[in-house]
């Protein structure tokens, strides 16, 4: 079973830009679907992005299009979310994710990282 574990979170203004990582580890990498994942306090946790096993298909929630960008390394056994111009709603704890098979994005993610606090200040 693969063991997530995400990095990159922080405290930055609107406007600024940060990177997730997440490292995976005892599993084939490749194998998983990688998404991202964020709960803002009081709400519930809401799918933002995924990518399939080769990089070929993505998924963006609507309100991070053209600002977030996901990606993977299939040799360093890590997915990244890049966010550029974040706003004060962005702010969350942003959680990695993956699965094996690709019939939905938002459903039936099995594996999960313990997240990392992303902080955007006005």
């Known amino acids: 079973q693969v063991q997530l574990v995400e990095s990159g979170g922080g405290l930055v203004q609107a406007g600024g830009s940060l990177r997730l990582s997440c490292a995976a580890s005892?599993?084939?990498?490749?194998?998983?679907?990688m998404g991202w994942f964020r709960q803002a306090p009081g709400k519930e946790r809401e799918f933002v992005t995924g990518?399939?096993?080769?990089?070929?298909?993505?998924y963006y929630k609507d309100s991070v299009k053209g600002r977030f960008t996901i990606s993977r390394d299939n040799l360093k056994n890590t997915v990244y979310l890049q966010m550029n111009s974040l706003k004060p709603e962005d702010t969350a704890v942003y959680y990695c994710?993956?699965?094996?098979?690709?019939?939905?994005?938002?459903?039936?993610?099995?594996?999960w990282g313990q997240g990392t606090q992303v902080t955007v200040s006005s």
């Open positions: 994710a993956a699965k094996l098979d690709l019939r939905t994005w938002s459903d039936s993610w099995g594996y």
């Open positions: 005892g599993g084939t990498f490749s194998r998983y679907v």
């Open positions: 990518i399939d096993w080769t990089g070929n298909m993505r």
